[in-house]
Structure formats: C-alpha cells, structure tokens
C-alpha cells in the first residue's frame, strides 16, 4: 500500500502537469487575495485573510478534479488496472493509497497559503496583530474542504476511463455539493431548507471558517469522505 | 496439481464466452492453451487471476480455492495481462521496485531479484530508461519481470509473443523455458508453432469449450498420422484395404479410397500389392502428412 501511494505522488511530480497545476493554483489564489481590487486584503483595511478563505473554495472546484481526474481513470485506460486488481491488495487499500496521495497533494497545494498568514501578521498594526485561532481554524476548514473534494474527485475518477470526463463530472459533483444544496435551500419552502442546507458544503465550511470547530461540522465532513470513499470502492467492486 | 479448473462457465450478456471449462496445470510443465481469436483464453486467465468473477465453476490454485479468496492466492501468481500494459512514464527499475512492493516483498529481496530478473530478462542496457522509451520487444520483457519478481509458484502468460519481431520471440520463448523449471507456467497463444516449440502440455479450446487436453506427445500421435489417397478406375471395395488402417470411400465415389494409417510406407507397399494382385488400373497415390496444424485445425472447426 505504502509503495502504491508513493508511486501515485511521483507520478503527479514526474510530469508537468503536475507542477502545472500547482503552479496555477497559487497564482490564480494570490491574484485574488493580494491582486484583484474587490477582493485583495491590501485594500481590505483589515489584518485577516477573510478572502483567501472565501475564495480558495472556488479555485478548490476545479484544482482538486484536474489532481484526482488521473487517479484512477488512467489506470483503466492503460489497462495497468488488471495490474493493480490481480496484486494482493484489496480495493480498499488501492482506493485509500490513492486517496491519501491526493490528500498530500492537497495539502502541498494548501501549505505556501501559510505564508500569507505570515506577512498579513507582519502588515498588522502592530506588527503581528493577527487572530491566530481563527486562522487555523478557517484553515483547517479548508484542508477538510479540500479532503471532500479529493474524495469526490477519486469517486467521479471511478466512472469512467476517460480523464477529462472525469474532471468534468468532479467539477460538477463539487459545484452541486459545494453550491448547489446552498441556492436549492434558496428555493425551496420552509422547513425543507433547513434540511437542504446542512447538505451543502459551503455551510458546514462557512460555520468552520468562523473560527468554531463544531465537532457536527467536522463529523459531516468526515461522513461525506466516508460516502464518497465507499462509493468508489463500491464502484470498483461492480465495474 | 497447482492448478485445477473445474467447470468453469461464463456469460457475457447473451454470449457464452467459457462453457465449463475444465483442466489442469502441474508444476515444471510448460501449459500452452491455444485457440484462435475470441476463444475464451483471456477469460479463463482473467478469472483464474481474480480479474473477472465466473459465473460458475471453480479454480484451485495451490490447494485454496481462488475464486472465494483471490487474495489469499495472488501473491502466488505472476500474471502478464493480454497487451502488456505498463506505466509508460516510469523507469524500469522504479517500475519493479514499485511491483515488489505491492506484492510485499521486502526492499532487500526487491534488490536482489530486480538484478537477477534484469540480467535473466536481458535488460542491463535499458534499466535506467524510462518503459515508454523501450520498444515493443523490451517492454514485453520488463512486462516479464514484472510477473516474475515476486517468485511466484504459478505463471500466467497472456499472449507473451504477440506483435514480436522473430529475433524477439525466439528471446522470449528461450526465456519463458527458462523460466519454467520449477513453476507451472501457462501461456496462451493463437500460434501453433509457438506451442511445439515450448510447451509439454496442450489445451485447445474454442468458443469457449475445451475441444482437447493433454501432453503435447499424446496429441501429436494422433496427429502424426498420414493418409493415403488411392484412386483407380475401377471400383474399389473396403474390406480390401482391411488390414491396412482405417478406410472409407473418398469424394470420387467407389473409385477413391482414404486410408488414414500410423506407418505409411508399410501402407504403400501393401497399397501396391493389392493393386497388382487385382489388376486395378491406378489413377493416382497420394500422401498428405497431418501435422499438428491441421489437427488444430480440424479441431477449431469440427464444431
């Protein structure tokens, strides 16, 4: 298992796509929070980074697809899937190496947003005015976030053999999960929203991101990566 | 008996791809399983590696049965799947290194056996490429040691020589008898002579069925029968042939006689005797060899 996961990290890191996207995601976030006028903390007045956390979720909907979309649909295209399948390890091992190599990638994609909690302490007045407790705990909703989505991702790379199909239906997946349930609850009456509501991402990460860790909200999320882990395994049971 | 197939039956939606296919494959024997295209031999290697479920049926790898745990069976089996297919955008040695490890060998034995397997497979000149820079032949050979790293008791070949130029398939034939010396090896192939040249046992099959199995001896006796053809102008009767070897009337009627014999120049010389003593006006004698290409043939399309 250990080597499965190894091998799915260089692999991200042995082509440039890899890179690539990294590279796109920190420049797009950086943008948004120290570039663009309506969003940039710069202009903000305030020391805290309330639009890297509102923001990041967004750029979240189409990285973490583009880094799971390969995972396992690349597999079954080149057929080095009856490879995986014939070994001794279980689906379940194959789904979590692969799982937890995307987690790592997340979290490598997440760990240079560090850096801007550090200058933004050093703009504060005075220097180092900044509310650490509610850094990390936005942060860490956006690490739990990105885990959904990399779950997510892993199930819609289950589908199909093709990768771009696979980006597509986890962009997709992730916008529905992530925005959908918000604007149905919008729409629909009464008592309902309150139930669409709590299916929805963005409210479980909006309440994390206050800086409370809910351990309901934490648990919704852990639920959600169990469901979509499950789904993939499921999926690749039946194939 | 490491390798025991019983019955084994599977549908692909209205198609019957195996249709209870039994036979089995003992250690130091070479197995060739033959049959043309579609057949059912990738099934078969497919569900015995725990890649497809069967219908029904059961296999028997080395005493547990693979079906119910496949699991428990696969770290004894080295598999190299119809095509080859690989991780083209890694390097050989980080590729095995890679294999070994799934199948939970230790990163000593890993060592040890990627050198003994890159020598034995010859691939010292290509080790540090990367596999999608290697041409068809080495590929093939990396796919090899793959299948082989983790010492496996049972070896299953999907079509190893498909696509090789003849230089490369007489490597890997050479390679894959090497191989064979103390495991049970199987590999299918839709060529005859692939099969002569490798295997001591045989199973032929098609549409699924398993028209023929048994050691390559036993099939090439009945196959190393010749038949005669005599033609005369006269009409021929045959109880006259009786000692001879089995006889029947040919298309040409009563004036032609097949005679399907185990020694055919003991059969010519009494053909003539009979000829003369009779004063039959002989048209034509002919021999035509049975090689074990037209018994596989005869075979294949009996049905």
Same mark, same amino acid.
């Given at each position: 298992?250990?080597?499965l996961?190894?091998?799915e ?7 440039l ?11 797009a976030?950086?943008l ?5 006028p309506e ?19 967004y750029?979240f ?16 295209r ?22 937890l ?7 490598l ?9 550090y ?17 990390f ?14 779950a997510?991702g ?7 053999s093709?990768?771009v ?11 529905v ?6 604007a ?18 963005s409210?479980h990460?909006t309440?994390?991101?206050r ?29 | ?11 692909y939606?209205?198609q ?9 494959a ?15 031999k990738s ?9 497809l ?18 699991k428990?069976?696969s770290?004894?089996?080295?598999? #190299?799947?119809?095509?080859?297919? &690989?991780? %083209? ?6 590729? *095995?290194? /890679? +294999?070994?490890? =799934?199948y ?33 032949g080495?590929?093939?050979?990396v796919?090899?040691a ?8 049972l ?11 003849p230089?490369? #398939?007489?490597e890997?034939?050479? &390679?894959? %008898? ?5 495991k049970? *090896?199987? /590999? +299918?192939?839709? =060529? ?12 032929i ?9 048994g050691?390559l ?13 005599l ?26 006689? #097949? ?6 120049a ?9 000829v003369?003593?009779?004063q ?20 294949t399309?009996?049905l």
């Amino acid at each position: 298992m250990k080597s499965l996961f190894l091998k799915e990290i260089t692999a991200f890191f042995g082509s440039l796509t890899g890179y690539l996207v990294l590279v796109l995601f920190l420049v797009a976030l950086g943008l948004i929070v120290w570039v663009f006028p309506e969003s940039s903390v710069l202009d903000y007045g305030y020391a805290d980074l309330e639009s890297l956390f509102a923001y990041t979720p967004y750029v979240f909907t189409f990285l973490i697809p583009a880094i799971s979309m390969r995972s396992l649909a690349e597999e079954r295209r080149a057929g080095t899937w009856e490879l995986l399948q014939t070994s001794p390890l279980s689906l379940i091992q194959i789904v979590l190496a692969k799982y937890l190599a995307l987690l790592v990638l997340v979290f490598l994609a997440l760990l240079p947003t560090l850096g801007y909690a550090y200058s933004i302490a050093l703009l504060g007045n005075p220097p180092g005015n900044i509310d650490v407790a509610a850094f990390f705990g936005s942060w860490l909703g956006l690490l739990m976030i990105g885990a959904t989505f990399a779950a997510v991702g892993l199930f819609s790379s289950s589908l199909t053999s093709q990768q771009v199909v696979a980006f597509v239906l986890g962009v997709f997946l992730c916008f529905v999960l992530y925005f959908g349930f918000t604007a149905l609850a919008g729409m629909v009456p009464g008592a309902w929203a309150y139930w669409v509501e709590e299916l929805s991402l963005s409210y479980h990460y909006t309440s994390l991101s206050r800086g409370v860790i809910d351990s309901r909200d934490v648990f919704f999320l852990l639920g959600m990566i169990w469901v979509f882990l499950g789904l993939t395994v499921l999926r690749l049971k039946i194939k | 008996m490491s390798l025991q197939v019983a019955q084994l039956s599977k549908v692909y939606g209205s198609q019957k791809a195996l249709d209870q296919v039994s036979f089995s494959a003992s250690p130091g024997r070479i197995l060739g399983f033959l049959g043309p295209n579609g057949a059912g031999k990738s099934t078969t290697m497919k569900i015995i590696t725990g890649f497809l479920a069967a219908d029904s049926g059961s296999v028997t790898v080395l005493g547990e049965d693979a079906l119910a745990h496949p699991k428990r069976v696969s770290a004894q089996i080295g598999y #190299l799947p119809e095509n080859n297919p &690989l991780y %083209l955008d890694t390097y050989v040695r980080e590729f *095995l290194a /890679f +294999s070994g490890g =799934i199948y939970g060998m230790k990163s000593a034995d890993i060592r040890r056996r990627t050198e003994e397997l890159i020598r034995k497979t010859g691939l010292q000149g290509e080790q540090h490429k990367k596999i999608g820079q290697l041409s068809k032949g080495y590929r093939q050979r990396v796919g090899l040691a793959r299948a082989l790293l983790h010492n496996p008791a049972l070896v299953i070949l999907d079509e190893p020589t498909t696509g090789l130029d003849p230089n490369q #398939l007489v490597e890997i034939r050479n &390679l894959i %008898l090497e191989i064979a010396e103390d495991k049970t *090896l199987i /590999f +299918s192939t839709h =060529i005859m002579q692939e099969v002569e040249a490798v295997c001591q046992d045989v199973v032929i099959i098609n549409q699924g069925k398993i028209l023929s199995a048994g050691s390559l001896a036993d099939l090439k006796s009945t196959s190393s029968q010749s038949e005669l053809i005599l033609e005369t102008e006269e009409m021929l009767e045959l109880d006259w042939f009786a000692g001879i070897g089995t006889a029947s009337f040919g298309s040409q009627g009563q004036q032609e006689v #097949l005679l399907t014999v185990s020694d055919p120049a003991e059969a010519r010389r009494t053909i003539l005797q009979v000829v003369s003593q009779r004063q039959l006006n002989l048209i034509r004698l002919n021999q035509q060899e049975k090689t074990l290409e037209t018994r596989f043939r005869e075979i294949t399309q009996s049905l």
